[in-house]
C-alpha cells in the first residue's frame, strides 16, 4: 500500500475544497460480481431498508433462475408504517416512529402480505414523482401523538381507519388483486410465484456485550420488530460475507456510514490511517505538529489507496458503545473487487439514484471499513458453512 506522504499534510488549505469531487486516484477490478436489478432511488424518504432488502431479494430470485423484477418498496412502506405505528400507540409513544427500519421489516411484509411488482403498486398519491416523505412522516407522528394523548380516555374504534386512511391518501390503497405479464395475482400468489423461500434468510452480527454463538437484539432504534441476529466473531462474519459473494450470492448489508471516508461521491468507503511507520524523522516530526483537523485533511484526500485502520473485534465493539457506529444505512453487497494496491473491497449497489455515483450507483467499501462499521449483515441459510448451520440451529 502507498504511504500518505508529508506533502499531501502541508497542502492542506489548498486540497480541502476538491475533497469532495468526483475525482478519485482508486482504480478498481471487480473480482466477483452477482446477478443484480437496476439501481433504485429512495430519494427524500429513510427507506433504505425497503430497497435494499428487496434490492437482496431481487438478487436471489436472479440466483435461483427467476425472473428480473422491480419489487415494490412501497408496498412494504405501506405495511411496514401502519405496524410500526401501530405498536408506537401501543408503546404509549416510547418506541420507534421514524421512518427507519429494519431489515426484517421486509421479510415479515413478505411472510404476511405477500409482495407486489413496483409497476403494480410506486406509492406515488400525493403528487410527486420521486419519493419525499417528510409531510408523510410528520402527519403520521403527529396523528398518533394525538392519540396517544388520548382526549377521550379510551381509544376510538376509528383511529386506526384513521391511520389507513392518511397511508392510502399518500402511498395508494394496496391492490388486492393485478395483473402481471398476462397473469392475475394477489399479493400472496406473486410472492409464492417468484424463486425464494423467504424462511432461508438468516442475520449475523459480531459484538462482544452478548455471547458468540447465540441470538440476540441487535439494540438499534430502528430495529423495531426486534429481530435477532445470530452472534459470531468478526473473522467469522467477514469470512461468512467473502464465501457469500464468492458462491455468487448477495449479502444485505446494514451498516454506519457517518465516517469521513464513507466518500460516496468518489464511490468509495474506507477508515484510513496515517502510516507513521514508513515516515522518516522530518517527516514524522511535521506531522506530529499538525493539528487534527490538519490530519483529517490530509488522510481524507482519499486521492490514492493509502494504509487503513487495523480493525479489531475491541475497536468495533467501542465505536459501538459510543454511538460511532449507529444503524444508517441499509445496502446490498453484490460483489468483490480490489485496487491498484491490491486491497480489497466489496462492491455495494446504493438506493440513491444510478447518477448520484461515479460508478452509476455502486461504490465500493473496503475490507476494513465493513469490518468496522458493520451492524449486521443477512445471507442465505444456504450458502453458511455446515457447523455455523449447526451452532444456530442447537
Excluded at 224 to 246: C, D, H, I, Q, R
Excluded at 323 to 340: L, P, S
Amino acid at each position: 500500500m502507498k504511504k500518505i506522504v508529508l506533502s499531501l499534510a502541508v497542502a492542506i488549505v489548498a486540497t480541502c475544497a476538491t475533497a469532495q469531487t468526483v475525482a478519485t486516484g482508486y482504480t478498481f477490478t471487480d473480482t466477483k460480481t452477482v446477478p443484480a436489478t437496476s439501481v433504485k432511488n429512495q430519494a427524500s424518504s429513510g427507506t433504505c431498508w425497503s430497497f435494499s432488502g428487496l434490492a437482496f431479494l431481487e438478487s436471489e430470485i436472479l440466483t435461483a433462475g427467476g425472473p428480473g423484477v422491480d419489487l415494490s418498496a412501497m408496498f412494504v412502506v405501506r405495511h411496514a408504517y401502519h405496524d410500526r405505528a401501530v405498536k408506537y400507540v401501543r408503546m404509549h409513544g416510547t418506541s420507534s416512529l421514524s421512518a427507519g427500519a429494519a431489515a426484517e421489516d421486509v421479510f415479515i411484509c413478505w411472510r404476511e402480505h405477500g409482495i407486489v411488482p413496483t409497476e403494480v403498486y410506486d406509492g406515488l398519491s400525493y403528487g410527486q414523482d420521486i419519493h419525499r416523505h417528510a409531510e408523510l412522516d410528520a402527519v403520521i407522528r403527529g396523528y398518533c401523538d394525538a392519540v396517544i394523548r388520548n382526549p377521550n380516555r379510551k381509544l376510538s374504534t376509528a383511529w386506526l381507519e384513521g391511520l389507513d386512511a392518511i397511508l392510502d391518501a399518500y402511498l395508494g390503497a394496496l391492490p388486492e388483486t393485478f395483473t402481471w405479464q398476462g397473469r392475475e395475482y394477489t399479493p400472496r400468489s406473486f410472492a409464492d410465484s417468484l424463486s425464494v423461500d423467504i424462511d432461508d434468510y438468516v442475520s449475523l452480527t459480531s459484538f462482544t456485550h452478548h455471547p458468540f454463538d447465540e441470538w440476540f437484539v441487535v439494540e438499534v432504534p430502528d430495529n423495531t420488530v426486534w429481530g435477532e441476529s445470530f452472534n459470531v466473531p468478526l473473522a467469522e462474519m467477514m469470512s461468512v460475507m467473502e464465501a457469500t459473494v464468492n458462491a455468487g450470492y448477495p449479502v444485505l448489508w446494514a451498516s454506519d456510514v457517518s465516517e469521513q471516508g464513507f466518500a460516496w461521491r468518489k464511490g468509495l468507503a474506507v477508515v484510513p490511517e496515517a502510516d507513521l511507520a514508513r515516515m522518516d524523522d522530518s517527516e514524522l516530526a511535521r506531522w506530529v505538529a499538525l493539528s487534527q483537523a490538519e490530519q483529517d485533511a490530509a488522510l481524507y484526500r482519499l486521492d490514492a489507496p493509502g494504509v487503513e485502520k487495523t480493525i479489531t473485534q475491541e475497536l468495533r465493539q467501542e465505536a459501538f458503545d459510543n454511538w460511532e457506529t449507529t444503524d444508517d444505512h441499509g445496502m446490498e453487497i453484490i460483489g468483490t473487487a480490489t485496487d491498484q494496491e491490491e486491497g480489497k473491497y466489496f462492491k455495494v449497489k446504493n438506493s440513491w439514484g444510478a447518477d448520484q455515483h461515479i460508478y452509476d450507483g455502486y461504490f465500493y467499501a473496503s475490507r476494513p471499513f465493513v469490518a468496522y462499521k458493520t451492524i449486521s449483515v443477512m445471507v442465505n441459510r444456504n450458502t453458511l458453512p455446515r457447523d455455523l448451520r449447526r451452532r444456530m440451529e442447537q
